[in-house]
């Protein structure tokens, strides 16, 4: 799969200070001692596999349950002994309904095997905060697995259950990469 992207630049003496500098940025090392940094390196893309609704849902679970339709099998075929890694792309509208007096938040996870994906927030990876306003909201994940059938899922919840989590038009998108 290739994509292209065209994007206009400047043209003249302040072109080239630009590519300098994104070079330079692209270029630097990452500072190790981040706290809570993690990087990873994916290989060539092998697999995609993406799935869109168009319905809205709704839940007032304050524990992760599935959304619905976004369960979805993928089958990671590597060479021996070497590990794949999966990214998942979710987007959507949401909107995050709950009384003015509370501060309430929207929460969402992508789980690989049962697993939370990274970066994963503990339970508290917010997607929106208190808004009757539905708006695009996205996320992305990754993490490293062996060959075979594994299973994905985004996992929502809320953190009152007086609070209204509503999705619509959503993309899931697991890329395998070798």
């Known amino acids: 799969m290739s994509t292209t992207h065209r994007t206009r630049c400047p043209t003249g003496a302040g072109f080239a200070a630009v590519a300098i500098l994104a070079?330079?940025?692209?270029?630097?090392?990452?500072?190790a001692?981040?706290?809570?940094l993690s990087v990873r390196t994916c290989g060539p893309a092998i697999n995609s596999?993406?799935?869109?609704?168009?319905?809205?849902?709704?839940?007032?679970?304050?524990s992760f349950v599935d959304l619905p339709g976004a369960v979805q099998n993928i089958s990671v075929q590597l060479s021996a002994g070497t590990l794949g890694?999966?990214?998942?792309?979710?987007?959507a509208e949401a909107a995050c309904l709950g009384s003015a007096a509370g501060g309430n938040i929207c929460f969402i996870q992508a789980l690989l095997d049962d697993v939370p994906m990274q970066p994963q927030g503990g339970g508290r990876q917010a997607f929106i905060s208190q808004d009757v306003t539905a708006s695009a909201h996205a996320y992305e994940w990754v993490r490293r697995v062996g060959e075979g059938n594994h299973v994905v899922r985004i996992q929502q919840r809320v953190g009152d259950t007086n609070t209204v989590f509503e999705i619509d038009?959503?993309?899931?998108?697991i890329q395998i990469y070798d």
């Open 49 to 62: 596999v993406v799935t869109t609704q168009n319905n809205l849902t709704t839940t007032s679970s304050a």
């Open 169 to 173: 038009d959503w993309t899931f998108d």
């Open 33 to 36: 001692a981040q706290a809570g």
């Open 23 to 31: 070079t330079t940025t692209i270029l630097m090392p990452i500072p």
């Open 85 to 91: 890694c999966v990214k998942v792309v979710f987007t």
